[in-house]
Nanobody, 124 residues
Framework: QVQLVESGGGLVQAGGSLRLSCAAS????????MAWFRRAPGKEHEFVAA????????SYKDSVKGRFTISGDTAKNTVYLQMNSLKPEDTAVYYC?????????????????WGQGTQVTVSS
């Protein structure tokens, strides 16, 4: 089993920044990919960014490229999402997810463990 705990959400004005953190514990040695998804009211889970835990490669949703940066600290089993130039359309609950198979994928059902989510609200 793996436990994922997110932190760092909050309320910010448009153009502002937030940094989300996700700490993983448990059987993390089998973890290949960590990702961030988000879910806005009435919408499905949406892929935001992911990092290959062993090779360090990353992938981003087009609309966040250049604004968001995903990074990881393997010693702490923690993944971060630095979000800059935030827009009202970034408002959502942000979830951390872990995948125990190789390859960064963008479909939510390809991820094995999920955190409880953290709310990000961007005011205009």
């Amino acid at each position: 089993q793996v436990q994922l705990v997110e932190s760092g959400g909050g309320l910010v004005q448009a153009g502002g920044s937030l940094r989300l953190s996700c700490a993983a514990s448990g059987r993390t040695f089998s973890m290949y990919v960590m990702a961030w998804f988000r879910r806005a009211p009435g919408k499905e889970h949406e892929f935001v960014a992911a990092i290959d835990w062993s090779r360090g490669g990353t992938s981003y949703k087009d609309s966040v490229k250049g604004r968001f940066t995903i990074s990881g600290d393997t010693a702490k089993n923690t993944v971060y999402l630095q979000m800059n130039s935030l827009k009202p359309e970034d408002t959502a609950v942000y979830y951390c997810a872990a995948r125990f198979s190789r390859g960064i994928l963008t479909e939510a059902d390809k991820y094995d463990y999920w955190g409880q989510g953290t709310q990000v609200t961007v005011s205009s």
